[in-house]
């Protein structure tokens, strides 16, 4: 089962802020956060993750709370081409880390 | 190629058909993934290989299912006596040993009729 949850869809303006939420209350001190998206009929792409710092990339940014319980993925000013479904994983850092995809949350961005 | 290629495409088969499922990871990437995906889910872990072993196998729903990779790069992904519950789209993703963000294929739409 997946260890996150994730609001099932959310809208967003055209130019604005998306900011998508994950609770995964019991994360491991080992374990990381990752992002990934999946754009109808494509692979999912990765995003971002992150351990407990709060981290930024060409594409996002990636808030964690203190306690690691809860994180947001931020698009800072989300396109057209940004609908997807967005998910949030907690595994272990390294390429022995099998994903365990949960349902994901649909971003469906709106002119 | 710069991504993850694999083939074919799309297949369709008759139940009780064995397929066989193709996958050319990144150049240089070591660690390879196969997942599924059913529709309106998120992907499913099936194997997990490094190098040429498979180091985790226990996604893989029955002995059905099987999976190769001989030299350490491409690899393929097996079923035998396919069933319609088999339908599904499914995913290949490769990564480097460190820091695995992994890099996911186009995948391959299999329909069992």
């Known amino acids: 089962d997946a260890k996150t949850t994730q609001p099932p869809s959310m809208d967003c303006a055209e130019g604005r802020a998306a900011n998508l939420p994950c609770n995964h209350s019991?994360?491991?001190?080992?374990?990381?956060v990752y992002w990934y998206r999946q754009i109808h009929s494509q692979g999912p792409q990765y995003i971002i993750h992150g351990l407990k710092n709060n981290e930024t990339n060409e594409m996002a940014s990636l808030i964690i709370t203190e306690d690691r319980k809860s994180s947001t993925l931020i698009l800072p000013h989300a396109t057209l081409r940004d609908t997807a479904v967005y998910y949030c994983i907690v595994a272990i850092g390294g390429a022995t880390n099998k994903l365990i995809f949960g349902t994901g949350t649909l971003l469906a961005v709106q002119p | 190629g710069a991504g993850v290629s694999q083939t074919p495409s799309n297949k369709v088969t008759e139940k009780g058909k064995y397929v066989e499922l193709r996958c050319d990871p990144i150049?240089?990437?070591?660690?390879l993934y196969w997942y599924r995906q059913s529709l309106g889910q998120g992907p499913e872990f099936l194997i997990y290989f490094q190098g040429t072993g498979a180091a985790d196998d226990s996604g893989l729903p029955n002995d059905r299912f099987f999976a190769v990779r001989p030299e350490g790069s491409v690899s393929t992904l097996k079923i035998q006596r396919t069933e319609r519950g088999d339908s599904a789209v499914y995913l290949c993703?490769?990564?480097?040993?460190?820091?695995?963000?992994?890099?996911f294929g186009p995948g391959t739409r299999l329909t069992v009729l």
């Open positions: 019991t994360i491991s001190g080992n374990e990381y």
């Open positions: 150049s240089g990437h070591t660690a």
């Open positions: 993703a490769s990564s480097l040993p460190v820091l695995g963000s992994q890099f």
